[in-house]
């Protein structure tokens, strides 16, 4: 009998890729340090995106995990404040994304996944620390900090809704957002430049949508979120373990959206395995060049600041807005320009926590 495919992490990337395995009839051991999946989170709301990939995420999920029963909520309208204050309503004719829980009930996505896994036949093993050496597939998570969150997350009475607030004396260089479906609600502040001020931001964030939409007083954050943004040379490790997920460089670059893409990482690991190809030919073929331009348009939107939020939320309100998130990803020739700035002004002089694998990346203070 041939040894078990070992991933590391129980996340939704090394989920997918253990689900992919143990469907094609491969024996798959999960190894998680945590004693079950779902990390911190205990029902948290978090976004699905819907773009910039044609497929429906939600048939996309399904299609990774036949019969799994998973609450999702789409969103087709979107409210976003700029620094003025005023509500701009974006809309389309499509889901932009589902709003899904995070953590390990039955319902939620983690805990969701983990059953379809052990049907499967995936076995786990928590509580333990694995060694990326006998790895299949890495899905461990980033390693350097480089976008930071803080969120509260309990039942609320309001309608429910997707409000997104951007504005730099709030949450530098990040966004403030409310989320609510199912009489409950998630309210967070994610701050990429000046991470000292997250406590700030935090407070800041809940007061105005106390003010704003009357969300119940919150007193603090529950729950503590990072975010790593680097662009990948190669997402295979020196013993040929594949990197998926935040471990590989895998995430929504301008605003931090990961979940489709750890889940599409995943996938794609584990395929090239079962094909015996290289990985990296695979990702990069699939993904293109939507992350060099997720990171321009991070670059874009951290530089020209209240003026890129005017333009982002002009644009929002006269296009479909999952029509939008698809253009936003497009190659466009002068973006691709800019890419040469960026490796000179986010490069780091000094070896980063990635390692060989990282062609360059952005240095946060």
Not at 144 to 164: C, H, I, K, N
Not at 259 to 273: F, H, K, M, T, W
Request: charged share 25%; aromatic share 10%.
């Amino acid at each position: 009998m041939s040894a078990p495919l070992v991933v590391l992490g129980a996340g939704p990337a090394g989920l997918a890729a253990a689900i992919t395995l143990a469907r094609a009839g491969r024996t798959v051991e999960v190894v998680e340090q945590r004693h079950d999946v779902g990390g911190r989170y205990t029902g948290n709301l978090q976004l699905l995106t819907n773009y910039p990939d044609e497929r429906d995420a939600r048939e996309e999920l399904l299609a990774l995990a036949p019969g799994m029963e998973i609450d999702l909520w789409p969103q087709d309208v979107a409210t976003l404040y700029g620094p003025s204050g005023k509500p701009v309503l974006a809309r389309s004719v499509e889901p932009f994304g589902y709003l899904l829980q995070r953590g390990p009930g039955e319902r939620m996505l983690d805990g969701a996944l983990r059953r379809h896994a052990e049907r499967a036949g995936v076995r786990f093993r928590f509580g333990e620390r694995g060694n990326p050496e006998g790895a299949a597939v890495v899905a461990t998570g980033g390693r350097d900090v480089q976008g930071v969150a803080r969120e509260w997350t309990g039942p609320v009475s309001l309608s429910e809704g997707f409000y997104v607030l951007f504005d730099n004396r709030y949450c530098p260089g990040g966004f403030g957002y409310l989320l609510v479906a199912g009489g409950r609600g998630v309210l967070g502040a994610a701050v990429v430049r000046r991470h000292e001020r997250i406590p700030q931001a935090f407070r800041a964030t809940a007061d105005w949508f106390e003010r704003t939409l009357g969300v119940p007083h919150v007193e603090s954050h529950s729950t503590v979120g990072a975010v790593d943004l680097f662009l990948a040379r190669s997402a295979l490790g020196a013993h040929g373990e594949c990197f998926v997920g935040q471990a590989g460089g895998f995430s929504d670059f301008l605003f931090g959206f990961g979940i489709r893409v750890g889940l599409q990482s995943g996938r794609l690991a584990a395929e090239s395995i079962l094909s015996g190809d290289d990985f990296d030919r695979r990702w990069r073929a699939f993904f293109g060049r939507r992350f060099e331009m997720g990171l321009v348009n991070r670059f874009l939107y951290e530089k020209a600041g209240h003026l890129a939020y005017r333009r982002f939320i002009s644009r929002a309100a006269k296009t479909d807005f999952r029509a939008l998130g698809w253009e936003l990803a497009e190659p466009v020739w002068w973006r691709r320009l800019l890419l040469p700035v960026l490796r000179v002004l986010w490069g780091r002089a000094k070896p980063c926590a990635h390692g060989e694998r990282c062609e360059w990346c952005r240095a946060v203070k």
